[in-house]
């Protein structure tokens, strides 16, 4: 994949397409016929599969998902009105107008 092949599967920067998974299986089973045994089964073994890396990457990004969220609720309890002294000036002679609409 990156010029050379070590026979682990890396994915680097890109998916990895089911026809490059068959070539490296063709590959594997054909190594595995020049070392197998008659008592070997005919089939390659299954590459060894490590789920630590599918772990890594659920906390990760549980972390900065967590990191994001916190950064908008902080973000957003910080902000003001643009105006607050308009604000309640309005909001003062909206309960005027009601106070003096009640008692007419």
């Known amino acids: 994949m990156d010029g050379g092949d ?3 599967l890396v994915i680097k ?4 397409s089911e026809a490059e998974l068959d070539e490296r299986r063709k590959r594997r089973q054909e190594e595995w016929e020049k070392v197998r045994k ?4 005919q089939e390659c073994p299954e590459e060894a ?6 772990t890594i990457i659920t906390i990760t990004t ?8 916190i950064f908008f609720i902080s973000a957003i309890t910080s ?5 607050p002294d308009e604000a309640e000036i309005e909001m003062s002679h909206q309960h005027d ?3 003096g609409a009640e008692w007419r």
């Open 62 to 69: 549980i972390i900065t998902t967590t990191i994001i969220v």
């Open 6 to 8: 070590d026979g682990n």
């Open 49 to 54: 599969y490590d789920p630590r890396i599918i």
């Open 13 to 16: 920067k890109r998916f990895v």
């Open 38 to 41: 008659p008592i070997d089964p």
């Open 97 to 99: 107008q009601l106070d």
């Open 79 to 83: 902000l003001e009105p643009a105006s």
